[in-house]
């Protein structure tokens, strides 16, 4: 097949959630044998200069960058809140530069399927139609309003909760009203795709999740793991990340690091920081944006997923799993991910549980490596890319 593939940030390189999710079905793909075009939006967010990617890369994907300026700007942000019924997550990302360059690439190419990565460019898809007679399937990697949502019950500003209350309203509205543009819909999870039913989406839906790269280098020393240690990685801009931190940070660690005072807690990620108030001497290490995450995993012993809002698949829960790593998560982190408690990951959703857990894994080094070995096996044999690819493939080959 030839497969345009719309992706709303670059996905490469792969260094978040969003962008690995993307490259992995792009890698999937091409090793299958089909086509690749890749067309991406550029933001002053994430930005990704072309000649800096390898030219293999370039070479099987022929990527194209076109920037949008999709930063938040106040007054806009106001205008929209008093005079308009449209979201303005969404709007923000619809431009004629955008536009009118993928109507140029659809007049060059026959396509058989476009693969559009978020529901922020549903705008296109009339131009799409317009020129094109390809399948588009819409790859939703979360329930964008369902984030707000959640964001909306732990606020605790009245204001900020009546204007994200709002901008969730309005982003629910379109994001359904949007279903119904695509031949198909492809969620990451098994809930989300639920979800979406339950909303009253008819149309040809399947959960296909992230996929992971099975042929890099797993293997690590034992030896080399700091045990114990605690440690996170995710985007430090995307809010229930911030949410989730905090949590830890004023509810969970500091009766750890009573209980083991030598105890590390590393914080490792891409983005805004300054909203992170790191307390002195409770041996929290911030690292920031890091170069090598593989090398990062390898080194640390339980990772913490405190996430209470958001939508999708948590791709560093897979990633974490794959590297064998003890993982210790909210209900909500693991929506999406095949999993048993206590057998490839520990689920824990309040502060106590929380402590606990992590206790048992630092009291019990037996109970710690059996987590961590059935995890590696768990997300090898279920989430490897080939596995990924063909069950997308004999979705899109049922498509009528």
């Known amino acids: 097949m030839k497969i345009l593939q719309v992706c709303s940030k670059p996905p490469f390189p792969p260094y978040d959630g969003g962008s690995i999710a993307m490259n992995n079905i792009t890698d999937g793909l091409i090793e299958d044998g089909h086509q690749l075009k890749l067309v991406s939006v550029s933001t002053h967010k994430h930005f990704v200069d072309i000649n800096d990617l390898p030219d293999e890369y370039r070479k099987n994907t022929k990527i194209e960058f076109i920037h949008i300026d999709t930063k938040i700007r106040p007054l806009k942000a106001l205008l929209n809140l008093l005079f308009s019924r449209r979201s303005y997550n969404i709007i923000r990302f619809e431009t004629k530069s955008f536009e009118n360059r993928l109507a140029e690439i659809l007049k060059s190419e026959d396509f058989d399927l476009v693969i559009i990565e978020s529901v922020f460019l549903n705008h296109y898809v009339k131009i799409i139609r317009r020129i094109s007679n390809a399948k588009i399937i ?11 949502q959640r964001l909306v019950f732990e606020e605790d500003s009245w204001l900020r909760r009546i204007y994200l209350s709002t901008l969730s309203k309005r982003l629910k509205k379109e994001e359904l009203s949007a279903l119904e543009e695509f031949d198909a819909i492809i969620t990451v999870s098994e809930s989300d795709m639920q979800s979406f039913q339950k909303l009253g989406c008819t149309k040809p839906m399947e959960s296909i999740p992230i996929s992971i790269d099975v042929t ?32 830890f940070l004023t509810q969970v660690w500091p009766e750890l690091n ?11 990620g891409r983005g805004e920081s300054s909203w992170l108030k790191i307390p002195n ?15 990062y995993f390898k080194s640390k012993a339980i990772m913490i997923v405190p996430l209470f809002s958001g939508s999708g698949m948590r791709v ?8 064998g790593k003890a993982i210790v998560s909210t209900s909500i982190g693991v929506e999406g991910i095949e999993h048993k408690h206590q057998e490839n ?4 959703d309040s502060k106590e549980d929380y402590i606990q857990s992590i206790q ?27 596995a990924i690819t063909e069950k997308l493939i004999r979705f899109i080959g049922n498509l009528k």
């Not at 819409?138 to 707000?148: G, K, P, Q, S, Y």
Request: charged share 25%.
């Open 138 to 148: 819409l790859r939703a990697h979360n329930i964008e309003f369902i984030i707000w």
């Open 360 to 386: 048992e894994l630092i009291e019990d080094k037996e109970y710690y490596d059996s987590i961590c070995k059935s995890a590696s096996n768990h997300a090898v044999e279920r989430y490897s890319n080939k």
């Open 258 to 268: 009573k209980l083991y005072p030598d105890l590390k807690f590393f914080i490792a």
């Open 281 to 295: 001497n409770q041996n929290i290490v911030f690292l920031g944006e890091i170069e090598d995450a593989a090398s």
């Open 345 to 348: 990951i520990i689920i824990a």
């Open 216 to 247: 890099k280098d797993l293997a690590f020393n034992p030896d080399d793991v700091e045990y114990p240690s605690v440690f996170f990685i995710g985007a430090l801009d995307w809010l229930p990340n911030q949410e989730g931190i905090n949590w």
């Open 316 to 323: 560093k829960i897979i990633e974490g799993m794959t590297f």
